[in-house]
């Protein structure tokens, strides 16, 4: 009995592993999971608690943000995807032209820039007491969202689009059928969840890298009228610090000087922390939405 028992265990154990690695986005998931978690480990027991704290604050930041950049751009890319499928219906030109020229005036501002500058004004808003706490993260992430949703609702409009060619719309239509329940639940929902969630994957890593591209460039002084203090701390902006360069820099010197390589695991690690959770966070999210 108790051998059967271990046996049955064991069967589990590796039906619970074959499911997790057979396919590219689970087997990266997993990855990325065990490799922050041991190196989270590795910087409680080698790392200074201040360092330590500003690196877990920096992370909880950027990936709080993030995810909050993933809802709201499900949100607004549902809302203004409807509103332009319903403005077409009703041929309402003044509407669709309208909701339109926004989306195109959007498309036309580089991501980059575009956040630049909202990063800028919501700092501004922080420096006089006007946003705090968590309506900043709110107001970052909605920002953020703002200049990535263009691409959520070219999908939403192209999956629409698809199926209205098909008989299957028409045959629903006839039969009474609202079509705002077709839209959004047989087409959206039923037959276009899983491309949705996979370009929202690809959406949690494009914030992640535009949040710290923009809070480095804002931390190395890009603008004078902001102080980099107004916002949360975030990865982008602790890769910035003079330490964490300084820390970057020492790889230099343990290229010419093989001896020290064994040290930077130790002494430089909080800059080479913050760069490693970014490069391997986005590298596995690429690898999790290919998959």
Known sequence: MYTENRCDMKTDSNQILNSLIRTKDRLWTLI???VVALLALWDVLFLNKPAFKKVSTGFVSTFAISLLVVVITLLLGWVLTIGLHYFSQRKNRAGYIGLTFFLNLIRSVPQIVGILFSYIGIAALVDKG?????VSFIALAFCTSIF????????MRERIDHFKKLDFYNAMRVCGI????????????KNSRIHIFNK????FGSAIFLQCSVD??????????????SLPVTLGSL???IDSKQDILAIGNAIFHPGYIPQLFMQNLQGLT???????SLFCINNISNG
């Open 148 to 155: 990535i949703v263009t691409e959520v609702i070219d999908l």
């Open 274 to 280: 913050v760069a490693f959770l970014i490069v391997f």
């Open 200 to 203: 929202l994957i690809s959406v």
């Open 130 to 134: 006007l946003l705090s706490g968590p």
């Open 178 to 189: 609202p079509e705002s329940r077709i839209i959004n639940f047989d087409i959206l929902w």
């Open 239 to 241: 890769l910035a610090k």
């Open 216 to 229: 480095f460039i804002i931390s190395v002084g890009l603008s004078t009228d902001v102080n980099p203090v």
């Open 32 to 34: 990325w999971f065990s």
